[in-house]
């Protein structure tokens, strides 16, 4: 089902698209951004709680700068120098981030009516055309991202594109968890794992160095459940310089396989993400100020906690990260899902 969402600056109507299942979970995506707008879960009480960050409609979506739930492309993350060669071709892309390019620049997709397409009741797909030398990128891009939500209470984003030209391509989902509820305030006390022994060293402006530092001894191991804000203050480079957790974990494994969790013991709801990339955005909000949210809340620092799949960040000037390249003609495809269960 889907029902109205308001409309934007620029008189473009916006819809929210409704799925649910038999086991009492519910998600709910808009056109708009092609965005994430809640997560409806069963606590272990039977409590049903919003567990994602987000917005009342398409105007607040189309205002606010923090990315709630956002498709993110066509380039994921950073860009260092907002700039890069692809065929002996430079490109020049917006520095929308110190001298970087995140996220796309400006132009972001998550500000972008998608077309939408309701394939099942329990399926929604929304598609976008991209085209050449937009953001700066090279080649005609089709992007679909499909939102299903399935009766094992799992989530699932799936990532299609193709375009006539080689491009760069990676895609994710920026969507704030908070398992205890959306309003309820900082994460700090909800623990989470990460599958990855290492993370990618970052300068101060977040671009990696192409060092893989090892999470052994660090308070960047996550290899086994710990609470968010346990070692978050430690003096150690690259929490001072992300602010909290900001960085990319290199995750353990190849295909399809949990990279990470993350459980709230107050409403004893967990949260799994399986993925088949290679690379994790953990991103604890430290740069969330003031942020008026769905129902009247007002989010602040840390109140929700991001998982974003990717190829690592900056991956077209490193040779040894997997690229995010594109060929034409061949097909972008990748999935993370994100499944929920409670625990007593």
């Known amino acids: 089902m889907n029902c109205e969402f308001g409309s934007t600056s620029k008189g ?36 049903v709680q919003d567990v994602v960050l987000g917005y009342d409609n398409a105007k607040a979506y189309e205002n606010g700068g923090v990315y709630f739930g956002a498709t993110v492309g066509r380039v994921a ?25 995140l996220h796309g620049g400006r132009d972001y997709y998550n500000k972008r009516m998608w077309q939408a397409e309701e394939t099942d009741g329990q399926k929604v797909m929304f598609s976008l055309e991209s085209p050449e030398g937009d953001q700066g990128y090279p080649g005609n891009a089709k992007i679909s991202v499909i939102y299903e939500l399935t009766e094992d209470n799992e989530l699932k984003i799936s990532y299609h594109a193709v375009s006539d030209g080689d491009t760069l391509m990676n895609l994710t989902n920026h969507s ?23 993370f990618t060293r970052a300068d101060a402006e977040s671009i990696p160095t192409g060092e893989l ?49 993350m459980r709230s013991k107050e409403t004893g709801i967990v949260m799994e993400v399986l993925t088949d990339l290679p690379g994790m955005q953990f991103y604890t909000g430290n740069f969330l100020i003031s942020e008026q949210g769905k129902e ?7 109140h929700g906690a991001c998982f974003e799949t990717q190829y690592f960040p900056d991956a077209i000037h490193k040779e040894h990260f997997e690229g995010p390249v594109l060929k034409a003609g061949t097909s972008y495809d990748t999935m993370t899902v994100y499944r929920f269960h409670t625990e007593a």
């Open 77 to 101: 993350n950073r860009i260092g120098g907002a700039s890069f060669e692809l065929n002996g071709n430079a490109y020049e892309l917006t520095a929308n981030d110190n001298n970087n390019s």
């Open 213 to 261: 530092v090892p999470v052994e001894d660090t308070p960047m191991d996550f290899r086994e459940y710990k609470a968010i804000g346990e070692e978050i203050e430690t003096d150690y480079e690259a929490l001072t310089l992300g602010q909290g957790y900001d960085h990319n974990w290199a995750l353990n494994g190849k295909g399809m396989r949990t990279v990470a969790g």
């Open 296 to 302: 009247d809340t007002e989010y602040k620092k840390r």
């Open 176 to 198: 704030y968890f908070n398992l205890s509820g959306h309003a309820s305030g900082p994460v700090l006390g909800q623990e989470v794992f990460i599958a990855a022994d290492a």
């Open 12 to 47: 473009e109507k916006a819809r929210l698209y409704i799925l649910r299942n038999q086991r009492g979970m519910e998600i709910a995506v808009t056109d708009y951004g092609a965005a994430l707008v809640k997560v409806l879960v069963p606590d272990k009480d039977g409590k």
